[in-house]
């Protein structure tokens, strides 16, 4: 008895300090399964394309799937909502875009950044001031020069709903240049692709839509576009001015997507993510994916990002109040 107590005892000290050295490993094993992905935007758009490919490369980085899931609803609220109110352990992250900087203004929902664990912003999008190929216009000067001469509302552009981000663009612009925020009137579309028809058709002026967006109408010869609103040209688009080159004008915004989580992430798993990200974002994969689609590749890390998207909040605020949107 005491010699198979003696080993009873042995066995089990053995196998509790085995698991006592294997549990904090396990603990730190992030990721342990699978992770979500929330899109709060549907299947097939460039929001879901870009989270997509993102989520294929972090499956190989990290050893688990990342299963991207559309919550859409609610211009993007119901999807940030699930992102923000998940528990914060790593397992359900998120693509964050430009409208949680902006729908809290219009109060149609509370949630703003301040709501999310920021990981890395990864894409960043200006919008281009496109005309149709008919168009008088050869230059962004001479569109503007006509339109500080046309009474208030002559001119017409579109590019998204009322209210959305190029429609913010727009506005945004005509403050830089001094001119009412309603000089230009806006013509509400379903998104970029049926503004550029009614571009193409001729019931707007011009467009205020991102590059990308343009692209396949550009690339038709049934559009062009004049003057792109960011600090530097795009390089897919290399032949388009920025409106600072063109015009002077230093004014600049972007539609924006990033990964994010709910607050309360861990450090260390907000760390891994963080540094996964960044081998995505500098894998050759990630950047021929992003030019093939002509979308805007910028990475900021988790504190960049932070910063970012409060100036972003604060510059829509502005935009909004111009506007006569804002709510809050």
């Given amino acids: 008895m005491p010699g198979i107590t003696r080993r009873v005892f042995a066995a089990s000290s053995v196998a509790a300090a085995t698991s006592a050295l294997l549990s904090p490993a396990r603990a730190q094993a992030y990721p ?21 490919f993102i989520a294929t490369l972090l499956e190989k980085e990290l050893g688990q799937p990342f299963n991207v899931v ?18 914060p352990d790593g397992y359900t992250i998120g693509m964050l875009t430009v409208e949680i900087a902006m729908l ?27 005309v149709a190929a008919s168009s008088p216009y050869r230059t962004v000067k001479e569109l503007v020069d006509a339109i500080r001469l046309a009474p208030p509302g002559r001119f017409k552009a579109s590019g998204t709903g009322q209210g959305g981000i190029w429609h913010l663009a727009l506005v945004g612009w005509m ?41 396949a109408t550009i690339e038709a010869g049934q559009a062009r576009s004049l ?13 388009v001015p920025t409106l600072k080159e063109a015009l002077g004008v230093d004014y600049s915004t972007s539609s924006w997507r ?70 809050a």
């Fill in 70 to 87: 559309n919550r859409t609803g609610g211009s993007g609220v119901v999807g940030h909502a699930e992102i923000a109110t998940a528990p």
């Fill in 32 to 52: 342990a399964r699978p992770v979500t992905v929330i899109v709060p935007w549907g299947a097939g758009g460039g929001t879901d394309a870009t989270a997509r």
């Fill in 227 to 239: 003057a792109i609103m960011a600090h530097a040209r795009n390089p897919s688009f290399p032949d």
């Fill in 258 to 327: 990033g990964i994010g989580g709910p607050r309360g992430l861990s450090a260390e798993i907000a760390t891994r993510l963080t540094a996964a990200l960044k081998t995505v974002y500098d894998s050759s994969a990630f950047k021929d994916f992003m030019t093939r689609r002509g979308f805007g590749s910028v990475w900021r890390d988790a504190s960049d990002f932070k910063t970012f998207m409060e100036e972003a909040d604060s510059q829509m605020g502005q935009a909004m109040r111009a506007a006569g949107f804002a709510k």
């Fill in 175 to 215: 403050q830089a240049m001094g001119l009412p925020t309603n000089q230009v009137t806006w013509s509400a579309s379903n998104g970029a692709a049926p503004a550029m028809q009614d571009l193409v058709a001729g019931s707007v002026d011009f467009t205020t839509c991102s590059l990308p967006e343009a692209h």
């Fill in 104 to 130: 809290h203004w219009q109060a149609v929902t509370h949630l703003a950044p301040r709501n999310f664990m920021p990981l890395a912003l990864m894409n960043e999008d200006s919008p281009g001031i496109q």
